[in-house]
């Protein structure tokens, strides 16, 4: 589904992925965990071509995003990343759209339809979200765990191949985790391809086929979630998990 082969992304001097070797299967929950400053969201963001890789490549079913000493197709990129949808940690909705039209707008721009099958569309999504009712409301007039839950129903309206989440839940306040948590858990049921990148280690354990531990640009080490929370083959793993638990 998501093949990624030596990959690197440096800004200037500092080099924030060193080389990084990653292969995603279609409707696999990868969660990714780490300390901040590790990679991760460099990561994601490489992922969908946010960011453009300093070195390696990136493949979406199969196909590049940028052939190895290709030029740069922005035309191409721009319908790849379409398949590979991405929540971040800030909701980033218009404040002036309503719930509906923040789901609505990207599908008439990016995917060219007409306003009622993007209402259509809209309305499926925001349903399935648990936001039926809340539709018609503004931005401001959401709570955070409402916005990030329009936020999520919005990547879903462009029906993607796969979804990537950048710690969709730490910019909520506690109370409200569970329910963006609650989404995120039945799209990983009805097998939605996802890497997740979160501090929450038991629903990354709950949620996640394979676990990785990013430090330093680099994967120490990943595996099966029993396995990997419950014997931690690498020393640096186990304390960054003691760590995170107490």
């Given at each position: 589904?998501?093949?990624?082969?030596?990959?690197?992304?440096?800004?200037?001097?500092?080099?924030?992925?060193?080389?990084?070797?990653?292969?995603?299967?279609?409707?696999?929950?990868?969660?990714?965990?780490?300390?901040?400053?590790?990679?991760?969201?460099?990561?994601?963001?490489?992922?969908?071509?946010?960011?453009?890789?300093?070195?390696?490549?990136?493949?979406?079913?199969?196909?590049?995003?940028?052939?190895?000493?290709?030029?740069?197709?922005?035309?191409?990129?721009?319908?790849?990343?379409?398949?590979?949808?991405?929540?971040f940690q800030r909701f980033?909705?218009?404040?002036?759209?309503?719930?509906?039209?923040?789901?609505?707008?990207?599908?008439?721009?990016?995917?060219?339809?007409?306003?009622?099958?993007?209402?259509?569309?809209?309305?499926?999504?925001?349903?399935?979200?648990?936001?039926?009712?809340?539709?018609?409301?503004?931005?401001?007039?959401?709570?955070?765990?409402?916005?990030?839950?329009?936020?999520?129903?919005?990547?879903?309206?462009?029906?993607?191949?796969?979804?990537?989440?950048?710690?969709?839940?730490?910019?909520?306040?506690?109370?409200?985790?569970?329910?963006v948590l609650n989404v995120?858990?039945?799209?990983a049921r009805e097998g939605?391809?996802?890497?997740?990148?979160?501090?929450?280690?038991?629903?990354?354990?709950?949620?996640?086929?394979?676990?990785?531990?990013?430090?330093?640009?680099?994967?120490?080490?990943?595996?099966?979630?029993?396995?990997?929370?419950?014997?931690?083959?690498?020393?640096?793993?186990?304390?960054?998990?003691?760590?995170?638990?107490?």
């Amino acid at each position: 589904m998501i093949e990624v082969d030596g990959l690197r992304k440096a800004f200037g001097e500092n080099e924030i992925l060193k080389g990084i070797d990653l292969q995603i299967r279609q409707g696999e929950k990868v969660v990714i965990i780490g300390p901040s400053g590790s990679g991760k969201s460099t990561l994601l963001r490489c992922l969908n071509f946010l960011e453009i890789p300093t070195g390696g490549t990136v493949k979406v079913h199969g196909e590049y995003f940028v052939k190895p000493g290709g030029k740069f197709d922005e035309k191409h990129v721009a319908s790849l990343r379409t398949e590979v949808g991405m929540v971040f940690q800030r909701f980033n909705l218009f404040p002036t759209m309503t719930a509906l039209e923040n789901v609505m707008a990207a599908q008439m721009k990016i995917r060219k339809k007409s306003r009622e099958a993007a209402r259509e569309t809209a309305e499926k999504y925001l349903r399935k979200v648990g936001l039926a009712e809340r539709m018609n409301h503004y931005p401001g007039q959401l709570s955070g765990g409402q916005q990030q839950r329009v936020a999520i129903a919005r990547a879903l309206a462009m029906e993607p191949k796969a979804m990537l989440f950048d710690e969709a839940t730490s910019a909520l306040d506690p109370e409200l985790v569970g329910e963006v948590l609650n989404v995120i858990r039945e799209l990983a049921r009805e097998g939605m391809t996802m890497v997740i990148v979160t501090h929450e280690m038991r629903f990354a354990e709950e949620v996640g086929d394979t676990i990785i531990f990013m430090d330093q640009g680099v994967i120490v080490e990943e595996g099966p979630p029993k396995e990997f929370f419950h014997n931690p083959k690498h020393d640096r793993t186990r304390s960054f998990i003691q760590k995170v638990e107490h």
